[in-house]
């Protein structure tokens, strides 16, 4: 958890210095066009986090089902069952 809590700040430290690199911010108006700035960063990225996720959310997972036309059962095929390959193969 320790570990997750540095990635998150080092990642939102290396945002904002990203974005005072990027925004010519001048002394006076600086500090408040840096706070819109990183918060709309921060907006947009929890905006696209939820969209990635939904998208993966909606996703169908399970391998295609091939049905055993002999005994009438649906199977799922999750790894090829074709033999590996040796060296002399290879060759």
């Not at 909606?58 to 009438?72: C, G, M, S, V, Y």
């Amino acid at each position: 958890m320790k570990l997750l809590t540095l990635f998150v700040i080092i990642f939102l430290l290396m945002g904002a210095i990203i974005i005072a690199l990027n925004s010519d911010l001048s002394l006076s108006s600086g500090k408040k066009s840096f706070i819109v700035s990183f918060l709309s960063w921060i907006l947009d990225l929890g905006r696209n986090t939820v969209n990635v996720v939904g998208y993966v959310i909606h996703q169908d997972w399970l391998p295609e089902p091939k049905l055993n036309q002999t005994e009438n059962q649906v199977t799922y095929t999750i790894y090829d069952k074709t033999p590996l390959k040796t060296k002399s193969d290879c060759y």
